[in-house]
């Protein structure tokens, strides 16, 4: 039997990226087409949070539904995970009934952890390293408007989280340019960013660090921004809006990008603070456009983990 197949990493998915790309353009066609394609027939996954969801909560249950498999969501204040059950046994039994699990964590540990102690394939929804599932949906939604990937600019503005970490594999694997503009003290993992500029490198790609929004933005076919306060950072609320009151997407800045430059955001957003309402309401804006494709990418990397498709 092969080896199970867990996505904890954007680096999980190195070699399998373009294939999972193409499966989401695929399986997006069949269900635009309302062709009905269930290989999860009789499938369950079981999907932890941690934390608050409203997307990945409903793109994965909806997939699964879609997929002709069920989705459970378990929240650790209504299960014994809250009440001291271990991880690792949680993952044993967990693998007793159903044949993936879903998991959004505040620690990157507790996902290794589940991954490594669970005989069914784990999927990391979030945690504060990464946030795969988004990044490999949103490299689907440049691919559409794009076609090809090779040689494109995304610039990142804000925050070097979890979001910005797996940006920077996701664009390094597929060959894009990216820079980031963060403040000071608030840039990507040192770690993941080394790993991430080894694999542009041989894939002719540029991973650059910047200060200067604008200057990370300029000949830009990408803008991209997050939250200034991710989940579990509240406590920062007030330094961190201080210090990213210049990492704005605005009118200015999207003025700094190509012409044709597209607005993505992976959303919530907090309109005014890391995007204006101009920007976001825009006709440059995808926004809603990655909301969707959260559903059908999810459904490639559900059907190729679970099923081997
Ligand atoms: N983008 C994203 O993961 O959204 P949710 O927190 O609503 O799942
Ligand atoms: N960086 C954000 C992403 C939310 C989808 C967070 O971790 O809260």
């Known amino acids: 039997m092969a080896a199970k197949r867990d996505l904890v990493s954007m680096l999980d998915v190195r070699d ?24 999860l027939r009789g499938k ?3 999907m932890i949070f941690e934390k608050a969801s409203t997307r990945t909560r409903v793109s994965f249950e909806v997939g699964m539904t879609q997929l002709g498999g069920h989705a459970l969501f378990l929240s650790p204040n209504d299960t014994q995970v809250g009440r001291g059950e271990t991880i690792a046994d949680t993952a044993r039994v967990l693998s ?14 507790s996902v290794r952890e589940l991954a490594s102690n ?27 408007r794009k076609r090809s990937l090779l040689g494109l600019k995304l610039a990142y503005i804000g925050d070097g989280n979890n979001v910005c970490n797996s940006l ?29 500029r080894h694999i542009a490198k041989a894939n002719g790609a540029r991973l650059d660090i910047e200060r200067d929004p604008m200057v990370a933005a300029k000949k830009a076919d990408f803008l991209y921004t997050d939250v200034w306060v991710s989940m579990g950072q509240e406590k920062e609320r007030e330094e961190r809006e201080q210090a990213f009151k210049a990492y704005q997407i605005n009118a200015k800045l999207l003025k700094a990008a190509k012409e044709d430059a597209l607005v993505m955001h992976c959303l919530p957003a907090h309109r005014g603070l890391e995007i204006t309402d101009y920007v976001m309401d825009g006709p440059q804006s995808i926004v809603f456009d990655q909301a969707e494709n959260r559903l059908h990418a999810q459904k490639a990397i559900l059907a190729r983990l679970l099923a081997g498709v």
């Open 96 to 109: 007793r009934y159903v044949d993936g699990i879903m998991y959004r964590a505040f620690r990157r540990e």
């Open 16 to 39: 399998d990226l373009v294939g999972l790309l193409e499966l989401a353009g695929k399986i997006k066609n069949r269900t635009k087409a309302g062709e009905p394609y269930e290989p």
């Open 44 to 46: 369950s996954l079981a």
């Open 168 to 196: 920077l594999l996701g664009t390094a694997i597929v060959g894009m340019h990216m820079t980031a503009a963060c403040p000071a003290g608030h840039e990507p993992d040192a770690e993941l960013l080394a790993e991430a």
């Open 118 to 144: 669970a005989t069914v394939p784990v999927i990391n929804g979030l945690d504060d390293k990464e946030h795969p599932c988004q990044i490999i949906s949103d490299l689907f939604t440049i691919q559409e």
